[in-house]
């Protein structure tokens, strides 16, 4: 049975840094892709990065580009996100995802092969 959880979240000022880890076990971890997807309340999930099955390309939303920074260590089944200058738009419940595939072309929600429990970041200005 695959499980996927994530921990790291919890709650800080604007301009504040937070990495976020996720552990997936249950499966092969290096064959495939793994990503972050966010909700906020009333919004749907959309996609945050993606890092692919080697770590060795990766992919983020306009929104993450520059202030987030997704990476992993296959040898820990741990998958990680850098979150720096965060701001109160960034609010959400945070979900590590493991891929269908192991790289990163599309990387939508559709391509989740199993999702997190999800983490909650709440950023106060």
């Known amino acids: 049975q695959v499980q996927v959880v994530e921990s790291g979240g919890g709650l800080l000022q604007t301009g504040g840094s937070l990495r976020l880890s996720c552990t997936a076990s249950?499966?092969?971890?290096?064959?495939?892709?793994m990503g972050w997807f966010r909700q906020a309340p009333g919004k749907e999930r959309e996609a945050v990065s993606c890092?692919?099955?080697?770590?060795?390309?990766?992919k983020y939303a306009d929104f993450a580009k520059g202030r987030f920074t997704i990476s992993r260590d296959n040898t820990k089944n741990t998958l990680y996100l850098q979150m720096n200058s965060l701001k109160p738009e960034d609010t959400a419940t945070y979900y590590c995802?493991?891929?269908?595939?192991?790289?990163?072309?599309?990387?939508?929600?559709?391509?989740?092969?199993?999702w997190g429990q999800g983490t909650q970041v709440t950023v106060s200005s």
């Open positions: 995802a493991v891929l269908k595939n192991n790289f990163c072309s599309v990387y939508g929600p559709e391509q989740v092969k199993t």
């Open positions: 890092i692919s099955w080697r770590g060795d390309t990766s």
């Open positions: 249950g499966l092969r971890f290096d064959d495939y892709a």
